[in-house]
């Protein structure tokens, strides 16, 4: 007999060979039995337990503990079941016309975003003097495609990238 030294006891033990033990179809993998007369074995899904009992000739001690591990085990073994919970969330509401904010509410939106996408002076061609923001010399032809109260976005006349210049240095 050998001292259990977790609990303090002394219970005899058996030592068996490795056991072969399938945990999913065309799998199998060596489980080491423990030195216990009695050994529990769970399957990979955690849902099917079963206790093994020693084998060539346990003790009666032996015996009696399979006996009471195995009334342990049909008491307290249940299948893994998760339940989902439908409907934790309220039903989507739709909303009524009545509650949905006016168009103009969209309009002042849009003239606090800074340039007005369609202002009157669109599509106009000007005249650019310098660089548009009072620097180099010259002027050059430009399109007008985006406003603001100080600047305009332009497109340089046969060119394909967009700058912004103050309007200030702009000739219609």
């Known amino acids: ?29 060596m489980m080491s039995e423990t030195a216990f007369p009695t050994t529990l074995v769970m399957c990979a899904d955690d849902t099917e337990m079963s206790v093994l009992p020693a084998q060539d000739g346990a003790a009666s001690a032996g015996e009696a503990a399979a006996e009471a591990a195995q009334d342990a085990l049909e008491a307290y ?12 969330r309220p039903a989507a509401e ?8 006016p168009k103009r509410a969209l309009r002042d939106l849009r003239a606090a975003l800074g340039h007005s996408l369609s202002p009157p002076e669109r599509g106009r061609e000007v005249q650019v003097t310098g660089d548009g923001w009072g620097g180099g010399s010259g002027t050059y032809g430009a399109i007008v495609t985006e ?3 100080l600047t305009f976005t332009v497109i340089r006349t046969g060119g394909w990238e967009e700058t912004h ?8």
């Open 94 to 101: 739709v909303c009524d016309p009545s509650e949905r904010p």
């Open 1 to 29: 007999a050998l001292v259990d030294e977790a609990f303090g006891t002394s219970a005899p033990r058996t030592t068996t060979a490795a056991t072969t033990t399938t945990s999913a179809p065309g799998q199998s993998e």
């Open 77 to 88: 073994a249940r299948p893994l079941v998760r339940w989902r919970v439908w409907g934790k």
């Open 165 to 172: 210049v103050l309007r200030e240095h702009c000739i219609f």
């Open 147 to 149: 406003a603001d109260d």
